[in-house]
């Protein structure tokens, strides 16, 4: 049911819903086994900072990668020929 849910948002909303999921079970497990009781205001908190860090080591992993941009053609120099391609 969750993964039905998830496979239904945008890209870009997975990871906050994600993250969202994650909390609110990890603030339950907290209540429940640790008797530490969590604030909804803490929940999104955590929620923000943990998806910052995610978000952060996911664009270090994965850098983007830069398109090489080839030199524009430029008229050659007195007495000289010059030949441009682009085949291989």
């Given at each position: 049911?969750?993964?039905?849910?998830?496979h239904?948002?945008?890209?870009?909303?997975?990871?906050?819903a994600a993250?969202?999921i994650?909390?609110l079970?990890?603030?339950?497990?907290?209540?429940l086994?640790?008797?530490?009781?969590?604030?909804?205001?803490?929940?999104?908190?955590r929620?923000?900072?943990?998806?910052?860090?995610?978000?952060?080591?996911?664009?270090?992993?994965?850098?983007?990668h830069?398109?090489?941009?080839h030199?524009t053609?430029?008229?050659?120099?007195?007495?000289?020929?010059?030949?441009?391609?682009?085949?291989?």
């Amino acid at each position: 049911m969750l993964f039905d849910l998830l496979h239904k948002l945008h890209d870009h909303q997975r990871p906050l819903a994600a993250m969202i999921i994650w909390s609110l079970w990890n603030s339950r497990n907290l209540l429940l086994w640790e008797d530490s009781d969590s604030t909804p205001t803490l929940t999104v908190t955590r929620v923000q900072e943990v998806l910052h860090e995610w978000t952060c080591v996911q664009k270090a992993k994965h850098p983007k990668h830069h398109v090489e941009q080839h030199p524009t053609w430029e008229k050659p120099h007195h007495d000289t020929i010059k030949c441009n391609f682009d085949a291989w």
